[in-house]
Structure formats: structure tokens, C-alpha cells
T-cell receptor
Framework: EPEVTQTPSHQVTQMGQEVILRCVPISNHLYFYWYRQILGQKVEFLVS????????KSEIFDDQFSVERPDGSNFTLKIRSTKLEDSAMYFC?????????????FGPGTRLTVT | AQKVTQAQTEISVVEKEDVTLDCVYE???????LFWYKQPPSGELVFLIRRNSFDEQNEISGRYSWNFQKSTSSFNFTITASQVVDSAVYFCALRESGAGSYQLTFGKGTKLSVIP
């Protein structure tokens, strides 16, 4: 069964460093998303991406964040200068078009630890 | 703005008991979509069900059933004859239908522990 994959599973970085989290969405999906979950808290929307551009973003997704689809399979989230409060689990998700676009399938997540 | 409330933070049941997880939502949209996701201890988010606001028919899938009541803005999830493998955090989520709006708004989750 097709699934969303994410790498790495765990990333440790120092405050101020740049990180890139990588995702491979389900191959025929056209909508891509990033969410984050601070430990023990709810899942929060960051950004959605369609047709090579951001379609929606939350207040969390400030200038420190960017997304890119560098090729036909990868979808990345970059944090330019990490802060301690960026420590969280980051989930990538993808969805199909039409009625099926409402069902978002999530990857296993990348745990980001900023020290 | 949309909001999802899961008032039960943690629930413990003994195996084979039935358990209901509550979800109450707020939205101004007349068309919207509700979801349940399961997050097992391994951390991934597993899609369980989507319900459209214009379809109030309840659904049963094996031991799982969902009760959608538009009049009370609730979308509750019942597990019948619970098993240890059901132990997880369960999230209810809402998506509005506005153009360009794709985000899911999640509740805070209910941690279910099924004790053998």
C-alpha cells in the first residue's frame, strides 16, 4: 500500500542552524502539507502546497520556514535558523484531488530536537 | 474560526469494555468535513474515517463506530470490545470547505489506555 515517507526520523540540531526535513508523498497525490506536534500537544497545521506554490499557511509558518518541491517526488520543509521552540514532531501529509483530497495521509514524522 | 474540542484528556478501560471518545466542533461553514486519526505509541498518524457534514448517517467498521450529530455539533467515536492494540491517542479533526482551505484543525486528543 502506498505511503508517505519522511527522513530523517530524528534530527538533532543546534539553535541557529538550518535544517531541512524531507518527505516523499504518495506518488499520485497533488496536495502536500506540513504539520507539527510539540510533545504532548495537538497537531498544528503549518502549510499546504499545490501546483508548486503555497496555497495556505498558518501564523506559525513565518519567514523562518520555507517549503519546496525540488523534483517530482520530494517535498521539503526548511527551517532557516532553528530556535528551541521549534523542537517538535514534524509530519508531512499528502492528499489526492477531488473528493479524495479531503483525506490526508500522514508520514511517520521527523522528531526535531533543537539544543 | 474553526475549533475542535476533545474534553477527555485520558481514558482507561479494561480490555473488552466499550469506550466512547467525544468530539465537539465549531465552524461557521455549512459544509465541512470531520475526521478521526489514531496515533499509536510509535507516533505516526493513522487515518480512520472522514465524514461529510451533509451526510449524517452513522458508520460502523468492525469494532469501530461513529455517531455524527449535527444538532449538537458532535462526532463521537465508539470502540466496542476494546483491545490492548487500541491503546493510542485519538484525534478528532475538522476541515472547512472554503476555497483554498485545506488545513485540518485538530483537537488536543484523547489518550486511550486499554488494560489487559
Amino acid at each position: 500500500e502506498p505511503e508517505v515517507t519522511q527522513t530523517p526520523s530524528h534530527q538533532v540540531t543546534q539553535m541557529g542552524q538550518e535544517v531541512i526535513l524531507r518527505c516523499v508523498p504518495i506518488s499520485n497525490h497533488l496536495y502536500f502539507y506540513w504539520y507539527r506536534q510539540i510533545l504532548g500537544q495537538k497537531v498544528e497545521f503549518l502549510v499546504s502546497f499545490y501546483n508548486n506554490e503555497i496555497s495556505e499557511k498558518s501564523e506559525i509558518f513565518d519567514d523562518q520556514f520555507s517549503v519546496e518541491r525540488p523534483d517530482g517526488s520530494n517535498f521539503t520543509l526548511k527551517i532557516r535558523s532553528t530556535k528551541l521552540e521549534d523542537s517538535a514532531m514534524y509530519f508531512c501529509a499528502s492528499s489526492d484531488i477531488g473528493q479524495s483530497s479531503y483525506e490526508q495521509y500522514f508520514g511517520p514524522g521527523t522528531r526535531l530536537t533543537v539544543t | 474560526a474553526q475549533k475542535v474540542t476533545q474534553a477527555q484528556t485520558e481514558i482507561s478501560v479494561v480490555e473488552k469494555e466499550d469506550v466512547t471518545l467525544d468530539c465537539v466542533y465549531e465552524t461557521r461553514d455549512t459544509t465541512y468535513y470531520l475526521f478521526w486519526y489514531k496515533q499509536p505509541p510509535s507516533g505516526e498518524l493513522v487515518f480512520l474515517i472522514r465524514r461529510n457534514s451533509f451526510d449524517e448517517q452513522n458508520e460502523i467498521s468492525g469494532r469501530y463506530s461513529w455517531n455524527f450529530q449535527k444538532s449538537t455539533s458532535s462526532f463521537n467515536f465508539t470502540i466496542t470490545a476494546s483491545q490492548v492494540v487500541d491503546s493510542a491517542v485519538y484525534f478528532c479533526a475538522l476541515r472547512e470547505s472554503g476555497a483554498g482551505s485545506y488545513q485540518l484543525t485538530f483537537g488536543k486528543g484523547t489518550k486511550l489506555s486499554v488494560i489487559p
